[in-house]
Nanobody
């Protein structure tokens, strides 16, 4: 069983940076691939970034490539999302998820994740 708690969200101006954290409970954090999704009001939850168990492979939605960086520290049971050059369209609730699957395509699909955090709000003003 894995429990996930996101933190680090807030209100920032366009062009600024913010780093989100997702802290996981349990002894088997390194057994899970991790991902970040986001959801704006009235919209579907959208894949943002994913990272493999050892951190060697990362995946991003095109709209955040070059601006966001996902990383993990297995010793701290934590995954991060560093966001720079934030835009108003990045405004959303951000969720981290954990998955036990091994398919690359599974990173992008909400239904493939086994555990979810409660979300943290990121608001970017223009």
């Amino acid at each position: 069983q894995v429990q996930l708690v996101e933190s680090g969200g807030g209100l920032v101006q366009a062009g600024e940076s913010l780093t989100l954290s997702c802290a996981a409970s349990g002894r088997t954090f390194s057994s899970y691939a991790m991902g970040w999704f986001r959801q704006a009001p009235g919209k579907e939850r959208e894949f943002v970034a994913g990272i493999s168990r050892g951190g060697g492979q990362t995946y991003y939605v095109d709209s955040v490539k070059g601006r966001f960086t996902i990383s993990r520290d297995n010793a701290k049971n934590t995954v991060y999302l560093q966001m720079s050059g934030l835009k108003p369209e990045d405004t959303a609730a951000y969720f981290c998820g954990a998955r036990g699957g091994y398919s690359i395509g599974g990173y992008y699909r909400e239904a493939e994740y086994d555990y979810w955090g409660q979300g943290t709000q990121v608001t970017v003003s223009s």
